[in-house]
């Protein structure tokens, strides 16, 4: 790899903008929403593969991430919310859904350009940059959700377009 | 969002670099690679659930993505790879995916500083900021192998960890 690269970026072009990043993760939010709609709600805390979580549970994992995730980015402060229970109804993880959606919106401006460089200890128990723990959130929740499409295929059921955000 | 943080990161702190980036790509493909290796030979041609594809032709998807991917986003010039014939054994698809390894770790350095900001057309048909592209491409190989996640796990195997790149 050339160093050139890397210093040029840094002199005036962006690979990603911050706010790049935030519409790229928010854009898979939206998708995820979608699919957990898509679910019947039996299907979505019951149903599974492999002896695999359900669905329902993928998407708390998802939640659980997400929520300290932001303010631990934004912040250095992380919570660890392992013990947050899982709602009962479909409607339910939605409400959380969407809190976590407007505490992502409400908390990037504060993420100060230089953080995303920065080495941190996520959880308390990742050390990693900032901008790798965000990918890491990221692809946790595309990694899942793609579970959540052969579940909906094994339902017989068609998944949202993958390429819609 | 704060204009702010964006004009910030054009003047010293890039959010992701260029090198940052490659990175990642290629530790989702040594994954991507892992989960290729851990199926049968028979299942990774064969096992389907709900209708969907093997997981061979997931990872052919991945290849012909990536391959001319990384040319058109390095010279702007796509190529189109649809009649790429799927090898017939899991020995000649790792021999293609490390070619695209190679090919990435070639073509990468030739990719302008400025160039991950630019829209151009991906394969003729996706009009979208190169940076865009890039992370569709990344996306949609993680889609895929959560994929085939779900396959390793119905056929009783263990994936191998999806945080190891």
Redesign the interface.
């Known amino acids: 790899?050339?160093?050139k690269?890397?210093e040029?970026?840094?002199?005036?072009?962006?690979?990603?903008?911050?706010?790049?990043?935030?519409n790229?993760w928010q854009g898979?939010r939206r998708l995820t929403r979608r699919v957990i709609e898509a679910f019947p709600e039996k299907e979505l805390f019951e149903f599974s593969?492999?002896?695999?979580r359900p669905f329902a549970e993928l998407a708390m994992e998802m939640i659980k991430i997400a929520r300290p995730g932001i303010v631990g980015v934004a912040t250095g402060k992380w919570d660890n919310m392992d013990d947050m229970p899982t709602p009962k109804t479909r409607e339910g993880i939605l409400e959380l859904w969407d809190k976590v959606t407007e505490q992502i919106d409400a908390f990037?401006?504060q993420?100060?350009?230089?953080r995303?460089?920065e080495t941190d200890v996520a959880f308390g128990q990742y050390e990693n940059?900032i901008?790798?723990s965000l990918?890491?959130f990221i692809?946790?929740e595309?990694?899942?959700?793609?579970?959540g499409?052969?579940?909906?295929?094994?339902?017989?059921m068609t998944p949202p377009p993958?390429?819609e955000r």
């Open positions: 790899m050339e160093n690269n890397v040029n970026a840094t002199i005036g072009h962006p690979v990603v903008t911050s706010e790049d990043l935030v790229h898979h593969i492999g002896g695999m990037w401006p993420i100060s350009p230089e995303f460089q940059q901008y790798a990918f890491y692809d946790n595309i990694h899942h959700r793609g579970q499409y052969v579940y909906l295929r094994a339902l017989g993958f390429w």
